[in-house]
Each structure stands twice: as structure tokens, then as C-alpha cells.
């Protein structure tokens, strides 16, 4: 089970360094876009915390 954490934390960092990647450029202050990036960066950033924090419970 800890290693399907680490595989899911893995894909997230991943998943959101596309993202980063993929916003070079892009006028991201337009219709309220980035805050609502801010919100969900924010949010995967508390779930793979979460999902690390919780890796030596689901070891057992």
C-alpha cells in the first residue's frame, strides 16, 4: 500500500510541474484562472502531505 503512495504523490508532482509547464505564457490573470490554480495547487499540495503523512499507517 506505501508504494501506491508514493506512486500517487509521484504522478501528482508530476501532473502539476505539467501543468506549471504548460502555463508558461498564458495570461493567467484573466477571468479569475489563476486564482482558482492558486486554490487547487494549494489543494494538491495539502493531499500529498496528507497521502505522505498517512504512508506509515497503511504500511501494516
Do not use: I
Not at 504522478?11 to 498564458?26: E, F, I, P, Q, V
Not at 486554490?39 to 504500511?59: F, H, I, Q, V, Y
Request: charged residues 25%; aromatic residues 2%; hydrophobic residues 45%.
Amino acid at each position: 500500500m506505501a508504494h501506491q503512495v508514493d506512486r500517487v504523490v509521484d504522478d501528482l508532482h508530476s501532473a502539476m510541474n505539467t501543468l506549471k509547464d504548460a502555463m508558461r505564457g498564458m495570461p493567467v490573470h484573466r477571468n479569475g484562472f489563476k486564482a482558482a490554480h492558486d486554490k487547487a495547487a494549494r489543494a494538491m499540495g495539502t493531499l500529498s502531505t496528507e497521502l505522505l503523512d498517512a504512508r506509515p499507517a497503511l504500511e501494516h
